[in-house]
């Protein structure tokens, strides 16, 4: 399960710096490469919500889940506000520093 | 096309933000350790550093050690050794080196003397120095060539008075035999190569300690035999078989760590040969030699060099944020690929690169086709705007690379057949670095270089083009690699003691630093790319 939320959130990650890469070119971006980082993170975090209930291990990931928590505020300021480009890319580029950090920190575990 | 500049960025903001993701939390899993360190060290380890040697009496001692140390030139007398024939014993057992520099005095006697002489005696022995004992006015002892050599007179005015014989003399004394013990084993003469000098600071030595009581001092000449077979200097504890301060700070300091594995040594060890030095002596000295992991020392585990590096580092990054940020949201006519560029360049440039940024874009500006702009620049800022491109993309690739290579290993293809002029390919560090060069410049080339030239000059045929992108490529990054494999091998191999891994501060500012200088080798050499057209500089 912790493998999947990685696989998972890399996807996520992938299409969240391409989503990233359109906002600061100052281009729209497509509504497939928002659609498929919103549905990877979603799927992730909750395989890795599954993960910490069903896990027996001492580290349940308590930590990511919460780094998670702090990147969800400025997503979802992206996600419903209704902000010019200027604060949109402000407000991605701290969402994806947050949450490019608690990927790495998930990595961390899995990597060998 | 215009995907690739993406993707590079992409990986390397990936590889380098994990890899100092997990070095922040490296750090912050083994700062507890300072605080349980002590109480777990003393439960692991409890006497691995010390050894007890339990006896009957020198004669005892002295039996068994001549049969557990059966090595030659460590062999003292048969005779075993008493307080009536110690001086005796200690001149039969002595190996004196005809081209030993120094000459050692000191007391002789009865047992009193016995306590002050010891310390120097192990020298002696170990050194091969000729002995001599002072008794009510008379010298005796080995007489023969005393020619050329330095005298030292050990213990103070009250057991040996100043003496003319000799043509160089110099004392050395103390207030008690333990401290007269401490104070050898850091004195050292270079000269006339008289004392251990093995202080705190010293980063060399496998020695190793034997440990006494002043009244317990002819069980310490019993065990003479260390002073050759372990290097070891002979220390005092206190009467009451504890130990005092300064001997307590003299074995903290002796206390070394470990980078990447314990066996790197140095190994210390103390052989205790009273009965009556207590057990919680015993387990305060083994705990003060118990080697600990560098990373682990508390407060001491940040170096200065570490503590410099990584203040690098983080202004790299920092750099890296404004450079960026500036771009996005002030500069819309520089196209994407290079932004990227500067804002990589700055994260291994602190304060220089948004320097060279700022300078670059901070003068006049014509477009020369719609939304191609041109800004007018000296050569000097052209070459760096020039060097900035290609080692924005090059340069992080290159610690990209050489991350994965460390953190997963690569194998190493040496056999018999490769001891020849050939031999460096067996050591990894070589490898590393013509992989990380060629896997950057071949990255580089496909992703950044060719798509870049071939918007720049769309007359030309694509063969042209890639022939091009990887010339300059190739031979810009060579200027690159000479500052920065040149200044890595200095730092890994050369500066830091121990090969740091890559978990270490070390490992990346060692990068970051050899990519700094890096570009500035290559900013010089990219002056003639600029002169000669082969690349452009004022975009």
Same mark, same amino acid.
């Given at each position: ?7 998972? #959130? ?27 980082? #919103? ?32 990147? #969800? ?40 | ?29 083994? !700062?507890?350790?300072?605080?349980? %360190? ?166 060399? %030595? ?67 040969? !009273?009965?009556r030095v207590s057990y919680a002596a015993q387990g305060r000295l083994d705990f003060a030699l118990e080697k600990a992991e560098y990373a682990s020392m508390g407060p001491v585990a940040l170096g200065d060099m570490e503590a410099l590096m990584l203040i690098f580092v983080i202004w790299g990054v920092a750099s890296a944020l404004f450079v960026w940020i500036h771009a996005l949201y002030t500069l819309p006519m520089v196209k ?55 080692? %924005? ?66 007359? /030309? ?19 690159? !690699? ?10 890994? /191999? ?46």
């Open positions: 399960m912790e493998l999947t939320a990685t696989i998972l #959130l890399f996807i996520g990650v992938v299409f969240g710096f391409m989503a990233f890469t359109h906002l600061s070119m100052n281009m729209k971006i497509p509504k497939m490469t928002w659609m498929i980082h #919103l549905i990877m993170v979603i799927l992730g975090v909750a395989a890795l919500i599954i993960y910490a209930f069903a896990t027996e291990n001492v580290e349940k990931h308590y930590n990511i889940l919460v780094i998670f928590g702090i990147a #969800l505020i400025p997503g979802l300021l992206i996600l419903f506000g209704k902000r010019g480009t200027g604060t949109k890319k402000a407000l991605a580029m701290l969402y994806g520093l947050i949450g490019l950090f608690g990927f790495f920190w998930l990595l961390t575990y899995v990597l060998p | 096309m215009k995907w690739t500049y993406p993707i590079v960025a992409f990986i390397v903001v990936f590889v380098l933000g994990f890899g100092l993701t997990n070095l922040i939390k490296e750090e912050l899993e083994v !700062s507890p350790w300072s605080e349980s %360190g002590a109480e777990e060290g003393r439960l692991m380890a409890h006497t691995k550093n010390v050894t007890r040697l339990v006896n009957a009496g020198a004669a005892d001692l002295h039996a068994y050690l001549k049969q557990t140390i059966p090595y030659e030139e460590a062999k003292t007398t048969d005779m075993a050794p008493s307080e009536k024939n110690w001086q005796e014993f200690f001149l039969q057992s002595l190996k004196v080196d005809p081209d030993a520099k120094n000459i050692v005095v000191v007391p002789g006697g009865g047992k009193d003397a016995l306590k002050w002489a010891l310390p120097a005696l192990y020298y002696a022995y170990f050194n091969g120095s000729p002995v001599l004992f002072y008794q009510n006015g008379e010298l005796s002892g080995n007489k023969g060539n005393l020619q050329n050599k330095k005298a030292f007179i050990i213990g103070s005015d009250d057991l040996i008075p100043n003496l003319d014989e000799f043509e160089e003399a110099e004392r050395i004394t103390a207030k008690s035999p333990q401290q007269l013990a401490l104070k050898l084993a850091e004195y050292r003469d270079e000269e006339a190569e008289f004392g251990w000098g093995r202080k705190g600071d010293r980063d060399n %030595g496998y020695f190793h300690y034997v440990l006494t009581t002043p009244d317990d001092a002819l069980l310490g000449l019993a065990a003479l035999s260390y002073a050759r077979s372990n290097n070891a200097t002979l220390l005092y504890a206190e009467e009451d078989g504890g130990i005092s301060g300064e001997l307590d700070r003299y074995a903290f300091a002796q206390r070394s760590d470990w980078f990447v594995t314990p066996s790197e040594g140095p190994f210390r060890h103390f052989w205790i040969v !009273s009965n994407m690929p290079i932004k990227i560029s500067w804002a990589l360049a700055s994260m291994l440039l602190p304060i220089l690169g948004p320097v060279l940024y700022i300078n670059s874009y901070r003068r006049p500006a014509t477009e020369v086709e719609k939304g191609d702009w041109r800004w007018i620049r000296s050569y000097n800022q052209q070459s760096a705007a020039a060097t900035a491109m290609g080692f %924005g993309y090059g340069a992080p690739l290159m610690i990209v690379i050489g991350f994965i290579m460390v953190w997963f290993g690569f194998p190493l293809f040496f056999g018999p057949g490769w001891e020849g002029p050939f031999f460096w390919l067996g050591a990894g560090m070589p490898i590393m670095m013509i992989a990380m060069y060629v896997l950057a410049v071949l990255i580089a080339w496909a992703l950044v270089q060719y798509p870049m030239k071939k918007n720049m000059m769309p007359g /030309m045929s694509n063969k042209q083009i890639s022939k091009m992108a990887f010339i300059t490529t190739a031979l810009s990054m060579l200027a690159v !690699s000479l500052g920065m494999m040149t200044t890595s091998w200095y730092m890994l /191999m050369d500066k830091i003691p121990m090969m740091p891994k890559e978990d270490d501060v070390l490992w990346f500012a060692s990068m970051w630093l050899a990519s700094f200088i890096g570009f500035l080798i290559a900013w010089p050499i990219n002056w003639l790319f600029i002169k000669n057209k082969l690349k452009p500089g004022n975009v």
